[in-house]
């Protein structure tokens, strides 16, 4: 899987009490139950060597919106790139929520490979990323890639008993192979801005990608 997230080295370090996984997981479950309501399903995927992946499906809302959330990716810290030696206290923390009007719960397998970078490849996940599937999205889909945008506008933020990090909820954006191309190149705020001139419904499932000459 293609990705352009900064990579690093295994975690080592000691853990707390109140930061454990499962203390972690189920403050982030009550987080999204509160935001969108009872999960209307999950999923899990345990891929081999990685902690478990859950993907929470939320709706249809009044409006058809489906939301996708992962559930795993912020049991631990993403390690600063540069660090020699990991915390597994200390660095930024995330969960993935995708926004499909209608819903495709084939892309709940895609989700969870990318919750699982960060284990699988070490991956700071961050927003203005990118994560590039190699593969439709979902069967059918016009995407193969996502952008991670900003955080705090879907889900706020769930912070976390000191030292650690609070737990940032990263809005995906799917992206056709031209678009990632295309951001590569000129960077997630300027095609950003393509899909914000262009009136772009990136809730769309079907939709077509924006002109970029």
Same mark, same amino acid.
């Given at each position: 899987?293609?990705?352009?997230?900064?990579?690093?080295?295994?975690?080592?370090?000691?853990?707390?009490?109140?930061?454990?996984?499962?203390?972690?997981?189920?403050?982030?479950?009550?987080?999204?139950?509160?935001?969108?309501?009872?999960?209307?399903?999950?999923?899990?995927?345990?891929?081999?060597?990685?902690?478990?992946?859950?993907?929470?499906?939320?709706?249809?809302?009044?409006?058809?919106?489906?939301?996708?959330?992962?559930?795993?990716?912020?049991?631990?810290?993403? /390690?600063? *790139?540069?660090? +020699? $030696?990991? @915390?597994?206290?200390?660095?930024?923390? !995330? =969960?993935? #929520?995708?926004?499909?009007?209608?819903?495709?719960?084939?892309?709940?397998?895609?989700?969870?490979?990318?919750?699982?970078?960060?284990?699988?490849?070490?991956?700071?996940?961050?927003?203005?990323?990118?994560?590039?599937?190699?593969?439709?999205?979902?069967?059918?889909?016009?995407?193969?890639?996502?952008?991670? /945008?900003? *955080?705090?506008? +879907? $889900?706020? @933020?769930?912070?976390?008993?000191?030292? !650690? =990090?609070? #737990?940032?909820?990263?809005?995906?954006?799917?992206?056709?192979?031209?678009?990632?191309?295309?951001?590569?190149?000129?960077?997630?705020?300027?095609?950003?801005?393509?899909?914000?001139?262009?009136?772009?419904?990136?809730?769309?499932?079907?939709?077509?990608?924006?002109?970029?000459?």
């Amino acid at each position: 899987m293609a990705h352009d997230f900064p990579s690093f080295g295994d975690p080592h370090g000691g853990s707390s009490p109140e930061l454990s996984r499962e203390a972690v997981l189920a403050a982030v479950e009550a987080r999204l139950i509160t935001t969108f309501g009872e999960p209307s399903g999950r999923a899990a995927v345990t891929f081999l060597g990685t902690d478990r992946i859950e993907v929470l499906r939320f709706g249809p809302d009044a409006e058809g919106l489906v939301r996708y959330a992962t559930l795993g990716m912020s049991a631990a810290p993403m /390690a600063d *790139p540069t660090a +020699l $030696v990991a @915390d597994q206290l200390r660095g930024p923390r !995330a =969960e993935l #929520v995708l926004t499909v009007r209608g819903g495709r719960d084939g892309v709940l397998r895609s989700l969870a490979t990318f919750a699982a970078t960060p284990q699988v490849e070490g991956l700071v996940v961050a927003p203005g990323g990118s994560l590039d599937l190699g593969a439709p999205l979902w069967d059918g889909a016009p995407f193969t890639s996502v952008l991670a /945008a900003e *955080p705090g506008g +879907l $889900v706020e @933020d769930l912070e976390l008993a000191e030292p !650690a =990090e609070p #737990v940032r909820f990263l809005p995906l954006l799917p992206m056709t192979p031209n678009e990632a191309g295309w951001k590569r190149v000129h960077g997630a705020a300027a095609l950003q801005e393509r899909w914000l001139e262009q009136g772009t419904d990136l809730r769309d499932p079907q939709r077509r990608g924006v002109k970029l000459d």
